[in-house]
């Protein structure tokens, strides 16, 4: 059974720097493309950042320059390093495994969330709130 738990959220100011983990059991993370998805409130489900088991990488326009994925492969653990906090990034955010290759990005705009694709799994979630 594919599982996700994420950590590392909080309350920060804007500016500051968090790093949330995400680490995986019941699969192997580089045979996946692992994700971080994120829903503000009131807001639909958005896919901030993705990276494939080759190393390629995916952010959303709002956080280029300011976030950075990464993973640990002998950790089963995926890394979203956040910097340059805005308020705009509060939001609850979901580590996210995918088996195909390349799904997650083409699929962003078609309002994904927990559940809807076989092959697709996500965490519970971590809440980061950035104050003024």
């Known amino acids: 059974e594919v599982q996700l738990v994420e950590s590392g959220g909080g309350s920060v100011q804007a500016g500051e720097s968090l790093r949330l983990s995400c680490t995986g059991s019941?699969?192997?993370?580089?045979?996946?493309?692992m994700g971080w998805y994120r829903q503000a409130p009131g807001n639909e489900y958005e896919l901030v950042s993705t990276?494939?088991?080759?190393?390629?990488?995916f952010y959303v326009d709002s956080v280029k320059g300011r976030f950075t994925i990464s993973q640990d492969n002998a950790k089963n653990t995926v890394y979203l390093q956040m910097n340059s906090l805005k308020p705009e990034d509060t939001a609850v955010y979901y580590c996210?495994?995918?088996?195909?290759?390349?799904?997650?990005?083409?699929?962003?705009?078609?309002?994904?969330?927990?559940?809807?694709?076989?092959?697709?799994?996500w965490g519970q979630g971590t809440l980061v709130t950035v104050s003024s």
């Open positions: 019941g699969f192997t993370l580089d045979d996946f493309d």
């Open positions: 990276i494939s088991s080759d190393g390629r990488t």
């Open positions: 996210a495994a995918d088996k195909y290759a390349g799904r997650m990005a083409r699929i962003r705009d078609l309002g994904p969330m927990p559940g809807k694709y076989d092959g697709n799994w």
